[in-house]
């Protein structure tokens, strides 16, 4: 497996995984030149990407989705609940209803060369998931924007090998910033964003020695890498590789039988 962290945060989110046959994306925050020129630069071919999933419709992790769409025409997977509550937002966003594949949570979906199974997350945008998927015999992991971990992430994490969690914001940086109040109850809220300490709690459970942890989804304004970088040298055992992914940067990982990172 060969995978990209695009970019993440709120200036946008998309992630990449190839088995070099089949590629998946997940979110699609970005422009698609970049999703192109960066695929390219990373020999990565555009025509093995086999389908788009999803976490939910904010701006920052579906804005490209109708241009990938209409150039790849691949399907798009989003929740049943997320197509059902947020049909203006498709349509604002020119998302092709004809393209989109609803599933219900824990269901198990098929494409070309992953097994994909989403799980519900806790965030301010209805149906939202995160995901669960196996690709050349390993296991992977993504939850991003939500305020609570779901019971049924702790199991799907555990398994991981590479696992990509949101660590939002500091919590003093948050309770100290410059935010309205109503804006840092949402997301310190249960349909928020997850803490330092809430990822940082949850990696230390469910990653074994030999795991990858990428953080990811930092809030430019209430975070700082140096932040998460200080507590997973303080907390995170050795043995288990981690990246901090600044905002808008570029992330690249390589994982096959033998030789992991
Ligand atoms: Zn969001
Ligand atoms: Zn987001």
Known sequence: MHYLVLMTGSCGNCYIFTTGRDTIVIDDGVTY???????EAHEIDISTVRALFLTHLHPDHSKGVGVLQRKLSIPVYIS???????????IRQKIEMDGLRTYEYGERISVPGFDVVPFPTSHDSDGSSGYAFSADGHDYFLMTDTG?????????????DVEFIEANY???????????????????????????????DFAK???RHGDSIYFVHLSANNNTPAI?????QKEIPSGIFCKVCERGELFEGFIDADNFF
């Open 33 to 39: 030149t970049k999703i192109r020129t960066q695929m």
């Open 80 to 90: 049943s609940l997320s197509r059902e509550k947020n049909e203006s937002i498709l």
């Open 148 to 160: 609570l971990i779901p019971d049924e992430a702790w199991d799907y994490a555990k398994k991981a």
């Open 170 to 200: 500091d919590c003093a940086m948050l309770d100290n910033g410059s935010y309205p109040e109503f804006l840092k109850e949402r997301i310190r809220g249960r349909f928020g964003h997850l803490s330092n300490r809430d990822a940082i």
């Open 205 to 207: 459970a469910t990653a």
């Open 228 to 232: 998460v970088r200080e507590l997973v």
